[in-house]
């Protein structure tokens, strides 16, 4: 764990009313400005020659990185400092690896399939992570990340597979939690498990499901399957998210099935689940339509609007910077359904548009948009 300003300070000859209190030697004016300081290692803690031996310790012990980053031709694995995003964030989400076998007839065809794999989801585009080329005795074109087998063989990892579910989910808790709230560098090393070919493909999934929640830094599989690689990306990416950054899509005019100056018009935030909740409602409408969205740090309606994130103002510059008034000659415009508070508000500064107040939920609009149009 690391210390904080408090816990520095208490073994600082200021804390203890001792000689040298705030002798400035360390060139902070006290001795609790350089314990603020250390906790963000702004200064060292050489700096002040009159820290004790056991606070060294103590301060070097909370240094130690847990978990070490071994890194694949720019591919980052490891690194973790947390056992829950929640406490910071996690670092380096758990790469999927595939096998080739080179001495198989039809590995080009193989690589071929691997290389067009691709998705898409919350604006992010995932590929395969990395290919393990096993009897790999020539050189290959591919756009993939490769490494041959005897060489990922050779890197720090720790094959943490014990043949059974039970058996590796407990190995892969026991590492992490050695590794990180203990600083065990016996468990430094990152981990991985391995999939051999020929395994149920939806038991596959489940465990694999799992080792990405708790721990596995990799996971490599002898058989390829876009579903599965497809459901595993998704899940990953929403461990690995930062719970400090919200998501969020670029705010501009969005449109849907080719609106013309007289389509409808809704209007959200920039959160990317509330934008991907309208804009999927939006394009399965039999109509089309536009969707403005407000800069709003990627929050929600309701949390931008109690955060001043989303104002009558904002909205209001919001639709001149886009020109929506010149654009279009539709007259109204749709809010959600949780900000039917502020139509009075949003109508007094838009002016050129008549505020109607929208569905609380996404799933709610294909039916709002019926009854408006019929
Ligand atoms: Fe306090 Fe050490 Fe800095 Fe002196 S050198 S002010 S004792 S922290």
């Known amino acids: 764990m690391e210390l904080s300003g408090l816990q520095i300070f208490k073994y600082l ?9 705030n002798c400035k030697e360390c060139e902070c004016p006290t001795c609790m ?51 829950y995003r929640h406490e910071k964030t996690f670092i380096n989400p758990t790469a999927l690896a595939v096998v ?10 193989r690589i071929k399939r691997l290389e067009n794999f691709e ?13 393990i080329l096993k009897n790999c005795t020539q050189n290959i074109q591919t756009t993939l990340r490769t490494i041959r087998e005897e060489e990922f063989l050779k890197l720090p990892l720790n094959d943490a597979g014990r043949g059974d579910f039970q058996a590796t989910a407990d190995n892969l808790l026991h590492i992490r939690t050695k590794a990180i ?12 498990v391995y999939f051999k070919s020929g395994q149920d493909i939806n038991e596959v999934c489940a465990q694999a499901s799992f080792y990405i ?70 394009e399965n409408l039999s109509v089309p339509s536009y969707l403005v969205v407000t800069p709003a740090d ?33 007259r109204k415009i749709i809010i959600p359904g949780l900000l039917a508070h502020m139509q009075k508000e949003l109508q007094e500064e838009i002016k050129d548009f008549e505020i109607v107040v929208g569905t609380r939920e996404a799933y709610e609009i294909a039916d709002f948009v019926k009854n408006m149009t019929a």
């Open 13 to 21: 000859p200021a804390a203890k009313k001792a000689e040298h209190t």
């Open 33 to 83: 400005a350089f314990a603020l300081k250390l906790a963000k290692n702004q200064v060292e803690i050489s700096a002040c020659p009159y820290a004790p031996e056991e606070l060294k310790e103590r301060f070097e012990q909370a240094r130690k990185q847990p978990q070490k980053t071994v890194e694949i031709a720019g591919l980052k694995i490891g690194g973790e400092n947390v056992l």
């Open 100 to 109: 080739v076998d080179m001495s198989k007839p039809d590995f080009e065809g």
């Open 119 to 131: 998705i898409t989801r919350v604006s992010e585009t995932f590929k395969i992570d990395l290919v």
């Open 181 to 192: 709230l203990e600083k065990n560098e016996e468990f430094a090393e990152p981990t991985y």
């Open 213 to 282: 929640c708790k721990y596995a830094n990799m996971l490599v599989f002898e058989d390829f399957d876009e579903a599965l690689f497809s459901t595993l990306i998704t899940l990953r990416q929403n461990i690995f998210t930062d719970p400090q950054k919200p998501l969020q899509v670029e705010a501009k005019i969005y449109e849907f099935n080719n609106p013309d100056e007289n389509s409808i018009i809704f209007m959200t935030t920039n959160f990317a689940l509330t934008f991907f909740a309208v804009a999927n409602e939006l």
């Open 298 to 330: 990627g929050m929600s309606v309701l949390t931008a609007w109690s955060a001043e994130k989303f104002t009558a103002t904002m909205a209001a510059r919001t639709l001149k910077k886009f020109d929506l008034a010149g654009r279009v000659k539709t």
